[in-house]
């Protein structure tokens, strides 16, 4: 079956709490689950980072219905390509928040040593997240309270 992944990042307009994290996570696995979609979502500084992998056409679909959802804006695509392989086969939707997201780790892709500066390096932000992913425990990750 063909794969797509994408890779986006975008603003919070406000801090989002764990609650509305917990809400955004138990749609997208809900949704996710029944699209053959799987992914990581990362959040920090109220910015977010997120991959969605899967069958092209869901893929797409599913960040058509992203860029309408008022909880973030700013969304800039940073990558979608063809791909052979799931890098988050394990996770209808894992999390990474400012628990995973160690300043070593930030430091080591981010051209500007922080977050935020994956918004704005495609090829820095999906080394990140490509590194990210295997640190986390296999299995769909709830916020940290
Ligand atoms: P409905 O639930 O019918 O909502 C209609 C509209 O309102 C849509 O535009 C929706 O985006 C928006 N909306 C829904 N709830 C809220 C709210 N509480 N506040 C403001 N606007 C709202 N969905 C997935 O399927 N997979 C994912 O991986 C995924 N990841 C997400 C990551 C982030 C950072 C965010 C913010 C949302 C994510 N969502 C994800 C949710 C997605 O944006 C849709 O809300 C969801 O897919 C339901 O779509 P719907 O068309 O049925 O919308």
Known sequence: ?????????????????????????????????????????CYANRRFLQVLEGPPEAVC??????????????IRLL????????????????FAGVAEITNDIVAKHSPSGDFVGFASAPDAAL????????????GDLAPAA
Do not use: Q
Request: glycine share 4%.
């Open 61 to 74: 679909e599913t960040f058509y219905r992203l860029v309408r959802d008022s909880r973030h804006c700013e």
């Open 1 to 41: 079956m063909p794969l797509a992944r994408l890779v986006y990042a975008s603003l919070a307009p406000a801090p989002v709490s764990s609650r509305d994290l917990m809400e955004i996570l138990e749609v997208a696995r809900f949704r996710n689950r029944k699209d053959g979609i799987t992914g990581l979502l």
């Open 127 to 138: 080394a990140f997240v490509t590194e990210l992913g295997p640190l986390l425990s296999s």
């Open 79 to 94: 990558d979608f390509r063809h791909t052979a392989n799931r890098l988050f086969d394990d996770w209808t939707m894992g």
